[in-house]
């Protein structure tokens, strides 16, 4: 009789509670991998994204569950940068418009802002933070596109309805979450969280 093969489940919290997030990151993951939510460990509270960078956003969250809750963790933070805006909104993407964080009126922001402006490329980065047994590892992914001049698709979230990446005619928001993931920023980050994962 063959010996059974005993699967081990790696255990990671995801540092959001954002379930558009979630979703898409489960996607990305093999059975090996359970991720769970903040909610998932009874961490309610806002986390702090007070840094000025990308990077520095993703490694305040992964830290702030692994000292708060005591977690292997790993955070994402991920901004829209626009060439002609030189870098904005970057850090500020989810507030660009102020507080309450609004999806359309970030768009209805941006597009103004780009209103007279010819060059419209802009990319969608996202960084990943893991905290794994005391060490920290980031992981970072970039997908270039440009905005386009009005919001077209129902799918996805933030920007989505206005960015189209290189190489296709329709915008984020327009693809399946499947073909999304397949080519986005977040999707690059995980699939490289994902391989040093499974070759600890």
């Given at each position: 009789m063959l010996p059974k093969i005993i699967t081990l489940i790696m255990k990671l919290v995801f540092a959001s509670n954002n379930s558009n997030k979630i979703k898409e990151i489960q996607l990305l993951v093999p059975n090996s991998i359970q991720i769970l939510s903040l909610e998932d460990i009874g961490c309610n509270e806002e986390i702090p994204e007070t840094a000025n960078t990308i990077e520095g956003n993703a490694i305040l969250k992964a830290n702030y569950v692994t000292e708060k809750h005591g977690y292997d963790c790993f955070a994402d933070d991920?901004?829209?940068?626009?060439?002609?805006?030189?870098?904005?909104?970057?850090?500020?993407?989810?507030?660009?418009?102020?507080?309450?964080?609004?999806?359309?009126?970030?768009?209805?922001k941006l597009l103004l802002n780009l209103i007279d402006k010819t060059n419209r490329k802009a990319n969608f980065k996202t960084v990943i933070c893991l905290n794994y047994k005391g060490e920290q590892h980031l992981f970072t992914g970039i997908i270039n596109g440009k905005i386009i001049d009005k919001k077209t698709g129902n799918n996805g979230f933030g920007y989505d309805p206005i960015f189209a990446a290189d190489g296709y005619t329709k915008t984020f928001a327009e693809l399946s979450m499947n073909e999304k993931s397949s080519i986005s920023h977040r999707g690059q980050a995980v699939k490289q969280l994902v391989d040093f994962c499974e070759n600890l």
């Amino acid at each position: 009789m063959l010996p059974k093969i005993i699967t081990l489940i790696m255990k990671l919290v995801f540092a959001s509670n954002n379930s558009n997030k979630i979703k898409e990151i489960q996607l990305l993951v093999p059975n090996s991998i359970q991720i769970l939510s903040l909610e998932d460990i009874g961490c309610n509270e806002e986390i702090p994204e007070t840094a000025n960078t990308i990077e520095g956003n993703a490694i305040l969250k992964a830290n702030y569950v692994t000292e708060k809750h005591g977690y292997d963790c790993f955070a994402d933070d991920s901004g829209l940068e626009v060439d002609a805006l030189n870098g904005e909104p970057g850090v500020f993407s989810a507030r660009y418009a102020g507080v309450p964080k609004n999806d359309d009126n970030n768009m209805n922001k941006l597009l103004l802002n780009l209103i007279d402006k010819t060059n419209r490329k802009a990319n969608f980065k996202t960084v990943i933070c893991l905290n794994y047994k005391g060490e920290q590892h980031l992981f970072t992914g970039i997908i270039n596109g440009k905005i386009i001049d009005k919001k077209t698709g129902n799918n996805g979230f933030g920007y989505d309805p206005i960015f189209a990446a290189d190489g296709y005619t329709k915008t984020f928001a327009e693809l399946s979450m499947n073909e999304k993931s397949s080519i986005s920023h977040r999707g690059q980050a995980v699939k490289q969280l994902v391989d040093f994962c499974e070759n600890l």
